[in-house]
């Protein structure tokens, strides 16, 4: 059963402290792509990777990190420099290649609420 | 000029009616068009996408329509139906920007039976 997984499904944390949202996938997909959704933003491009090892900014990178050591794994850290980290998160997985852009598939959403 | 527009916010339509979401985006280069479904508590799900050498994309009841010069596109769902009710995201994406989607703020679609 392929697909994107991601956990949990809500995180509560005290200000202050850093948390890590997972994400997972078996698509055997080479790109990937975290997202911050908040109620009438549609959703904002936080990091993305395209092959292991390797990841850059998107547009609202600050206040979080990433890494990329294996493929089909994309963890997302929410540090305690992000000023409002209360939001829905989203990942997302593609194939990649000249022809891109190509279908991004999507996980089922962390919600995280930080008190 | 990196932004996609979108239209409405939120949109009541009674089953059997036509639900049409429009986009409006200023980038040229943008070649490729998806549309998103979202259901609440839930990730968003392609529903359907075009690229710029068509005009019109029908699957099913849903249907893109794409206007080139004017830089507009826009999603109609025919005979919409309740479970229809969810948020629609459209996006705009370019050849150069590594699959990166540039998402509008959504249309939260209600279906009144």
């Known amino acids: ?115 | 000029q990196q932004q996609v527009k979108q239209s409405p916010q939120s949109l009541i339509v009674q089953k059997g009616g036509i639900s049409i979401i429009n986009c409006a985006y200023e980038n040229t280069a943008f070649d490729y068009f998806p549309w998103y479904q979202q259901f609440p508590g839930k990730g968003p799900a392609l529903l359907i996408a075009i690229r710029p050498d068509v005009s019109e994309k029908k699957e099913g009841r849903f249907t893109i329509s794409f206007n080139k010069s004017a830089k507009q596109f826009s999603l109609h769902i025919m005979d919409s139906q309740p479970g229809d009710s969810a948020t629609y995201f459209c996006a705009a994406s370019t050849k150069g920007s590594q699959g990166n989607l540039i998402f509008g703020k959504g249309t939260k679609l209600s279906v009144k039976p």
């Open chain 1, 1 to 115: 059963d392929g697909g994107i997984t991601q956990s949990p499904k809500y995180l509560f944390r005290k200000e202050g402290q850093n948390v890590t949202l997972s994400c997972e996938q078996n698509l055997n997909h080479d790109a990937m792509y975290w997202y911050r959704q908040d109620p009438g933003q549609g959703l904002r491009l936080i990091y993305y990777s395209q092959i292991v090892n390797d990841f850059q900014k998107g547009d609202i990178a600050e206040g979080y990190s990433v890494s990329r050591e294996k493929k089909e794994s994309f963890p997302l850290t929410v540090t305690s420099a992000q000023k409002n980290p209360t939001a829905f998160y989203l990942c997302a997985s593609s194939t990649s290649g000249v022809a891109a852009p190509y279908e991004q598939y999507f996980g089922p959403g962390t919600r995280l609420t930080v008190t």
